[in-house]
């Protein structure tokens, strides 16, 4: 065992720049993290320009590095998608051949929305793709008055429930987004990735607010993947943000939720206080759901800068056998057309005390870091990818 500890930080939807197949996703010319920092003057992120991402992701104001502190580069999705299940399931092992079905263009079908109709006794509204915050302004006065129900979803592969707390108590909603989840798992046709609980608080539009009760109910993988092998032979997977939600509880074996990007590497970095054997497994979701999907540039780069000064915390508390691996799950480029996921190349971005830094050819799937993780503690290699341990 090379590494006692591994820390794997997914920077949602931190995309380095398009892919070969990006052409085919409508993504041509997409790159989040370069074309954040070529529209933004006076760009602060010392470690991750020390580290190498200049390297693997050359823009006007991070470039390249003769000697990078880490081992970095790029990584290729090679299953069909650029969703957030698809690239987690992959980076930790697992080839996803099926793309998960969207309702971007039409709305659920009618006999899946009498059925909520019917569970809940409530009506439905919305039933379109929205913006979560968008929606809750145009219809959450509505909801007020009736306690209908808002339905939605977005250019993922999703089904999401906004329901104020005071109208439709949380337990009521987790109810019906469980029997949303079940019955759209009886219909391949059906079968989005995840049902997303969406609750909210306020008196009116101006002053709605969503709560930290967010619950994901995702589609489990198909198949078993590192974490499985990994609790399998009794070592901790112990995940941080919605990577429980994301797994479907698959695998792990501890879980915390968090409120925010800060949150979550906090939580991270009071893991290297803990003695223990295994995987951290966090991810950071400001970075897509607050500002990839509401193309808020300005508001990417401060939440890319605040990392950058808490990973520098992370890295300084350190011990000589913990390793880091920071990646992303897909691409969500700010200025890129719409609001979707972006099909792009993702970064692996590698530190520990020990390593020698280099920038690594390019990497045909994001299971290099699953595969890296198996062939560290010895368990059952997934069946794609490379391992890098070799270069760490």
Known sequence: ???????????????????????????????????IADRSEGFKVPLLTKLGIGNICPNSRIL????????????????????????HFEIMGLKVDKPFPSFTDTGFPDELIKMLEDYS???????????????????????????????????DSVLQIAAHEEIIPLKELYDICSYARKITLERPEWQVGRI?????????????????????????????TELDFLKEKGLMVHAIGKINDIFNGCGITETERTVSNH???????????REFTGLVFTNLVDFDALYGHRRDVVGYRNAIEEFDVQLQEFIDKM???DLVIVVADHGNDPIHHGTDHTREYVPFIAYSKKLKGKVLPIQISFAAVGKTIAENFGTQLPTIGNSLLSDL
């Open 196 to 224: 997303i609980a969406r609750p909210y608080i306020g008196t009116n539009r101006d002053n709605f607010k969503r709560t930290p009760n967010r619950h994901d109910y995702a589609v489990s993988p198909h198949d078993k």
């Open 319 to 321: 011990s000589d056998d």
């Open 121 to 155: 006794g409530r009506k439905v509204i919305g039933n379109c793709a929205a913006s979560g915050t968008e929606i809750i302004k145009e219809l959450g006065e509505e909801q007020l008055k009736t306690g209908n129900l808002i339905v939605y979803t977005s250019s």
């Open 64 to 87: 390249p590095v003769d000697n990078p502190l880490g081992v970095v580069c790029k990584m290729q999705e090679i299953s069909k998608g650029k969703d957030t299940l698809t690239g």
């Open 263 to 273: 949150d979550g590497m906090e939580k991270t970095i009071a893991m290297l206080d």
């Open 1 to 35: 065992m090379k590494y006692k500890r591994i820390f794997v930080i997914v920077t949602d939807s931190m995309g380095v720049g398009e892919c070969p197949d990006s052409i085919n996703y409508n993504d041509k010319g997409a790159n989040t993290f370069g074309h």
